[in-house]
């Protein structure tokens, strides 16, 4: 690589292949989980020579003591299966592309109204509501409080590019998570699971 490649090497979706063919998102769920564990990533590359990418954690802290027992059935064990609304296709894409590298299910919907006929399908079969705030038609909190009323307990994740103008706080439920984009997709899947830790261990 180039050293113009590799200054951006990192960034959330940058990609040096052509339009539809990547998203740029390996490398930067990679170096956003290895800072999250206190480590560092570098890379060393010279264009016709290779490339090598450098990993260092930090050495293994002792194990903290045992805490006290969850109901852990909540959240399958071999991931979440998460219902994703956002009329932005871009936004909507990567966003589910990244939540499967982090191991969910995802069922994408374009609309509130996809959404909501998903949820009074089968609401019980989801672990999470992920949804844009605005939106034609419904908005994320009027998407959530429908979808509620199949499924009480579904915890929510709202995402916005314009969370101080979407709408008064008043009007998210008292509980919920609000994402302010742009965000990293490590960053992304971190508060899914704190969402679902939180429903499993309330």
Do not use: N
């Amino acid at each position: 690589m180039d050293a113009a490649t590799q200054a951006r090497v990192f960034d959330p979706f940058f990609t040096t292949k052509p339009v539809g063919k990547g998203t740029g998102l390996g490398l930067a769920t990679v170096h956003g989980i290895v800072h999250a564990a206190g480590g560092r990533v570098w890379v060393q590359s010279a264009v016709g020579a290779g490339t090598t990418f450098t990993v260092e954690f930090p050495a293994a802290a002792p194990p903290p003591a045992a805490a006290a027992a969850c109901d852990v059935a909540a959240t399958p064990a071999r991931g979440a299966t998460i219902l994703l609304v956002d009329d932005d296709p871009t936004v909507r894409d990567t966003c589910a592309a990244a939540l499967r590298q982090f191991g969910h299910r995802v069922e994408v919907a374009e609309t509130p109204a996809a959404a909501l006929a998903l949820a009074r399908a089968d609401c019980a079969r989801f672990d999470l509501l992920v949804t844009d705030v605005v939106m034609p038609d419904l908005t994320g909190p009027e998407l959530a409080a429908e979808v509620r009323k199949a499924c009480p307990d579904l915890p929510v994740l709202f995402i916005s590019g314009y969370p101080d103008d979407a709408l008064p706080p008043a009007e998210f439920p008292a509980g919920d998570r609000l994402l302010a984009k742009p965000f990293t997709p490590a960053r992304l899947g971190a508060v899914v699971d704190e969402v679902l830790a939180a429903r499993r261990c309330p």
